[in-house]
């Protein structure tokens, strides 16, 4: 059976450690433009369900950069799970490429995907978790503070899929993490329970953004409503006003801390244009690290 990235939590703290590393070296040969074609003559199946820019953009530049061919399969392309059946598309898109990036509304559909795949599938998102950003978001926050050691993690906002993810990277490395928000959208339950059944970290629900905030090395935030919620993006915004991030709320953390996104922002709703473009802004930084942080995925997959 090939090699999947479907979880973070599908591989032990040693395995992320050295993607990590790896992300590093990737990214200091792209830089100093190094010859790197660990993916000569290869080909990635984009399969997109839920459009994105930096998702594209990342993988397609970074799998061609390394010597391959990524082939863009859009909505309209594939009507997966709709037009066709999931283990169907799985099965006959492998058989053509070496290598499957899928990002998708059902979670199962991935699951799905990846069973019937004999080709290495790579999670570029899904409406329960999104394991590439926040591999992305550890190597960032690790050249930026030079290690990942209990940092208290504060995220304001929906529990969502990136909520989900963190708490999957929380029960591998020791972190405190703070999901802050309204009552009603907390993450889910059995991912929370798996964080305090390992034991390595701590994880708090909050509804005080003062309180949230104190101590805190990291704030994150993410969009009110996300793809498939934009109908409730008015009654969300109302809901969620009092958790916005801006300046007032960053000086209330006593300590040098840093600002996430995972991108795109809707300035002026979740966070501030202020906050976006100060100084302890490090979005631009994390949203460049997609590409190396998947590089090093996709690599690691093959070894």
Partial sequence: MPNHFLHITDYSKDELWGML???????????????????????LAMIFAKPSARTRISFETGFTWMGGHALYLGPNDIGIGKREAVKDIA?????????????LFSHNHMIELAKYSDSP?????????????????ALTIWEHRGHLDELKVTYMGD?????????????????HFVCCGPEGFEPETKTVEMV??????????????ASAVEGADVI???????????????????????????????????????????????????????????????????????????????VSLFK
Wanted: proline share 2%; aromatic share 8%.
């Fill in 91 to 103: 099965r006959v898109v492998s058989r053509y490429n070496d290598m499957i990036m899928a990002r």
């Fill in 220 to 298: 994150y935030t993410d969009v009110w409503a996300s793809m498939g919620q934009k109908e409730e993006a008015e009654e969300r915004e109302k809901i969620f006003a009092a958790y916005q991030v801006n300046e007032t709320l960053m000086s209330q953390t006593g300590k040098d801390t840093l600002f996430m996104h995972c991108l795109p922002a809707e300035r002026g709703r979740e966070v501030t244009n202020e906050v976006m473009e100060a100084s302890y802004s490090i979005v631009f930084d994390e949203a460049e690290n997609r590409m190396h942080a998947q590089n090093a995925i996709m």
């Fill in 196 to 209: 305090e059944n390992t034991g390595i970290s701590t994880f708090e629900t909050s509804h005080n953004t």
């Fill in 159 to 175: 529990g969502n899929n990136i909520v989900h993810s963190w708490l999957q990277l929380a029960s591998k490395l020791p972190m």
């Fill in 121 to 137: 599938v790579v999670n570029g998102l899904t409406d329960y978790n999104h394991p590439c950003q926040i591999m992305a978001d």
């Fill in 21 to 43: 590393q790896l992300a590093k070296e990737i990214k200091t040969k792209f830089k100093n433009r190094e010859e790197y074609k660990p993916f000569k003559d290869q080909s």
